[in-house]
């Protein structure tokens, strides 16, 4: 069974950086699509960035230019630097993975439900 395992995280204060790490394992297609989500408290889960398998990335308005996703096909895997990290950041964040055509990616981002392999989850707290 296709699983996704997430790494990273933590607790980090306001400006600081820190970096996600998602690795797709059991399955060997390289033509994923993948990407980041995250969920607060009490709040939707929202995306953050996506990478295709041509590595065209997408980022939501609330990230660019702070946050660089990037990938690794080798390993089937993908990254998330966060920097500049602000405390509306804190969040549950989730990797998402789906098989999907060159060009595809950017269109799954915008919804989550269409994603069927996600990670565990993994805690990103930013402090003041």
């Known amino acids: 069974q ?3 395992v997430e790494s990273g995280g933590g607790s980090v204060q306001a400006g600081g950086s820190l970096r996600l790490s998602c690795e797709v394992r059991r399955d060997t297609y390289s033509t994923y699509c993948m990407a980041w989500f995250r969920q607060a408290p009490g709040k939707d889960r929202e995306g953050v960035a996506a ?3 041509d590595g065209t990335s997408t980022y939501s308005d609330s990230v660019k230019g702070r946050f660089s996703i990037s990938k690794d096909n080798r390993k089937i895997s993908a990254y998330l630097e966060m920097n500049s990290l602000k405390t509306e950041d804190t969040a549950m964040y989730y990797c998402a993975a789906e098989i999907a055509m060159v060009g ?3 269109s799954l981002f915008r919804t989550p439900a269409k994603f069927n392999k996600w990670g565990q989850g993994t805690q990103v ?3 003041s």
């Open 2 to 4: 296709v699983q996704l």
């Open 51 to 53: 990478i295709d398998s």
């Open 104 to 106: 595809a990616c950017s």
């Open 125 to 127: 707290t930013v402090s």
